[in-house]
Antibody, heavy 118, light 110 residues
Framework: EVQLVESGGGLVQPGGSLRLSCAASGFTFSNYWMHWVRQAPGKGLVWVSRIKPDGSSITYADSVKGRFTISRDNAKNTLSLLMNSLRAEDTAVYYC???????????WGQGTTVTVSS | QSALTQPPSASGSPGQSVTISCTGTSSDIGGYNYVSWYQQHPGKAPKLMIYEIIKRPSGVPDRFSGSKSGNTASLTVSGLQAEDEADYYCCSYAGTNNWLFGGGTKLTVL
């Protein structure tokens, strides 16, 4: 079964850091662009970041640039998102998602919740 | 870049058709054929319903269809069923390695 499973969410104080992980299974992870998408409580989906299959190209949304770092370990089939200098507005459910040749997010994880609050 | 513009709500009775619009600019929807639509039930992950404007992944009912005209994309749900009640999001590639989502439309089946 093709699957993405996120972990690492939790409660963190403003200015703190958190590392999210996404474990992939059921497909050849190293062949796919991978993304992070977030959804604040009661709000819509917002694209956060993406990484090329070999990790050589990375892009961030302006709202997280300089604070978040996306990475991947193709040997371990794992996608990561290191989040530093967290702000209240980063509070959201974070989804990892696969983009295939369909130019669409065809596989999504179940999401992990990040809450930034003192 | 600003999110794509969707109506906050839409509704229809069982068996009817409803169309949800998604308006962007020439830099996103109007500039690329990479528009996709996602269905999200409460507390669940989004599910891909339409990609490349008009194509349906396997397993998605043919009641769901997509189209595009200029800077506006649309999702039409025909023969509405109770299980179609959900939030729907459009998405477009926006060039320079960016992706934009719409604000979402809550579809209610009356």
């Amino acid at each position: 079964e093709v699957q993405l499973v996120e972990s690492g969410g939790g409660l963190v104080q403003p200015g703190g850091s958190l590392r999210l992980s996404c474990a992939a299974s059921g497909f050849t992870f190293s062949n796919y662009w991978m993304h992070w998408v977030r959804q604040a409580p009661g709000k819509g989906l917002v694209w956060v970041s993406r990484i090329k299959p070999d990790g050589s190209s990375i892009t961030y949304a302006d709202s997280v640039k300089g604070r978040f770092t996306i990475s991947r370990d193709n040997a371990k089939n794992t996608l990561s998102l290191l989040m530093n200098s967290l702000r209240a507005e980063d509070t959201a459910v974070y989804y990892c998602a696969r983009v295939s040749g369909l130019w669409a997010f065809d596989i999504w994880g179940q999401g992990t919740t990040v809450t930034v609050s003192s | 870049q600003s999110a794509l513009t969707q109506p906050p709500s839409a509704s229809g009775s069982p068996g009817q058709s409803v169309t949800i619009s998604c308006t962007g600019t020439s830099s996103d929807i109007g500039g690329y054929n990479y528009v996709s639509w996602y269905q999200q039930h409460p507390g669940k992950a989004p599910k891909l319903m339409i990609y490349e404007i008009i194509k349906r992944p396997s397993g998605v009912p043919d009641r769901f269809s997509g189209s595009k005209s200029g800077n506006t994309a649309s999702l039409t749900v025909s023969g509405l069923q109770a299980e179609d009640e959900a939030d729907y999001y459009c998405c477009s590639y926006a060039g320079t390695n960016n992706w934009l989502f719409g604000g979402g439309t809550k579809l209610t089946v009356l």
